[in-house]
């Protein structure tokens, strides 16, 4: 069992920054496609940002040019760096492998984005 736990978030005007991370009970990131999620309200969770094995990343086109995701396979530590963040950025993210597994899911971090 993986327990991965967000954190980071927080309230923060538009055109603001902050820095989510993810820190994951062991070493996952290494073995797996590692994405960034995120659920508005009223809304489905998306997948907004993966990195790969390899180190490839992708982005949703909501977010690109904005976010970068990274991680530290020696930390078990994913990160998620917003910037020029906009109220329509207001979610809870989330962090899981790719595709998401149900019993990876976390609580979340919740992002403010205030206009």
């Known amino acids: 069992q993986v327990q991965l736990v967000e954190s980071g978030g927080g309230l923060v005007q538009a055109g603001g920054s902050l820095r989510l991370s993810c820190a994951a009970s062991?070493?996952?990131?290494?073995?797996?496609?590692m994405g960034w999620y995120r659920r508005a309200p009223g809304k489905q969770r998306e997948l907004v940002a993966l990195?790969?094995?390899?180190?490839?990343?992708n982005y949703a086109d909501s977010v690109k040019g904005r976010f970068t995701i990274s991680r530290e396979n020696t930390k078990n530590t994913l990160y998620l760096q917003m910037n020029s963040l906009k109220p329509e950025d207001t979610a809870v993210y989330y962090c899981?492998?790719?595709?998401?597994?149900?019993?990876?899911w976390g609580q979340g971090t919740q992002v403010t984005v205030s206009s």
């Open positions: 990195i790969t094995t390899g180190g490839s990343t």
């Open positions: 062991r070493s996952i990131f290494s073995i797996n496609t």
């Open positions: 899981n492998v790719i595709p998401g597994l149900n019993a990876y």
